[in-house]
C-alpha cells in the first residue's frame, strides 16, 4: 500500500515538473 501510494506521489511530482519545463519553454519561445 504504501509503495504504490508513493509511486504515486512520485508520479505526480514528475508530471507536474512536466508541465513547468512545458510552460517554461513555451515562453522561451514566445
Known amino acids: ?3 504504490v501510494s508513493h509511486a504515486e506521489h ?3 511530482k ?3 515538473a512536466a ?3 512545458f510552460d517554461r519553454a513555451l515562453q522561451v519561445v514566445g
Do not use: Y
Open 19 to 21: 508541465e513547468e519545463n
Open 14 to 16: 514528475r508530471m507536474t
Open 10 to 12: 512520485v508520479l505526480i
Open 1 to 3: 500500500q504504501l509503495k
